[in-house]
């Protein structure tokens, strides 16, 4: 291929590649305008600051009891572990 083939190679690339450009272009705007949509068609929540505020007590609770719980898992996994090593160390040695 001489060089007027690659010469319209680019060109037809180029031409592709503006027209997938354009269309993502379309789409991103069309995307655009549906978030906007929902935006506008959602109602805020009715929430007072005092439900906020309990509702955040309450996650932070939730959050504290699970921490307490997976430190107690774990510590008697390692201490289960370190048991099960001491009995294999205690029958080979």
Do not use: Y
């Amino acid at each position: 291929m001489g060089t007027l083939g690659c010469i319209n190679d680019m060109l037809r690339r180029d031409k592709e590649n503006r027209e997938l450009h354009r269309r993502s272009r379309e789409r991103m705007k069309d995307t655009h305008l549906q978030l906007l949509q929902v935006k506008e068609n959602r109602d805020a929540p009715q929430i007072s600051a005092e439900q906020l505020e309990h509702i955040q007590k309450d996650i932070q609770q939730k959050a504290e009891r699970e921490w307490k719980e997976t430190f107690w898992l774990k510590l008697s996994f390692l201490s289960f572990a370190v048991v099960i090593v001491f009995l294999v160390w205690l029958l080979f040695f």
